[in-house]
């Protein structure tokens, strides 16, 4: 058994890498705790406890789900959060995609189904996290920082392909394992 999902994986250039320096940095006083920006990745879905059985009949149909979608942009842009300004739990930069994006998460959405994964039941809001909230004191700080980066570029590339993943969760931080990789058609 393996703790798995699937998702895109983002190379922090750096805007990026500025940007969350910025956020840790005046945010430093407070408990957050901050993706390494090797890690960044938009998660399209989360399995958790996966069967070794079940691992090779995903690889089979997500190798079959990018021979039907090409490699697409996206946007990564603006800086948010999750829960409310009341009671913030998520750090976000906002991530803005063609409809590749969109079909790309059905379809998966569609193929995990017939493993049991229950569909997600939230409308898809692509972002990427990039702070967990654990406790904030100075609760001015945050929402001046996210109206400071409203509207800001940050990057914009083309995806590749998608990476099916274990996560294997240790004290310093998760650590993430490929198990597959799929190609997406060229433009």
């Not at 189904?113 to 100075?138: C, D, M, W, Y």
Request: net charge positive; glycine share 6%; aromatic share 8%.
């Amino acid at each position: 058994m393996k703790r798995t999902f699937i998702a895109l994986d983002i190379p922090a250039n750096q805007m990026i890498k500025k940007c969350l320096n910025v956020l840790s940095t005046k945010l430093a006083g407070e408990k957050i705790n901050w993706m390494v920006s090797d890690n960044l990745h938009l998660t399209l879905k989360f399995l958790g406890d996966t069967e070794e059985k079940t691992i090779t009949g995903i690889d089979t149909k997500l190798g079959e789900i990018t021979k039907k979608i090409k490699a697409f942009q996206v946007i990564i842009k603006n800086v948010g959060i999750f829960k409310s300004i009341r009671d913030p739990r998520i750090i976000w930069l906002g991530i803005e995609a063609d409809s590749e994006l969109e079909e790309l998460k059905k379809s998966i959405e569609n193929q995990v189904a017939l493993f049991g994964f229950q569909p997600e039941e939230r409308k898809f809001s692509p972002h990427l996290t990039v702070g967990r909230i654990k406790l904030i004191k100075n609760k001015s700080t945050l929402p001046q920082l996210i109206e400071s980066f409203q509207g800001q570029f940050l990057q914009q590339f083309t995806v590749p392909e998608i990476i099916f993943y274990e996560s294997i969760l240790k004290k310093e931080g998760p650590v993430y394992i490929p198990l597959g990789r799929y190609k997406l058609m060229n433009l």
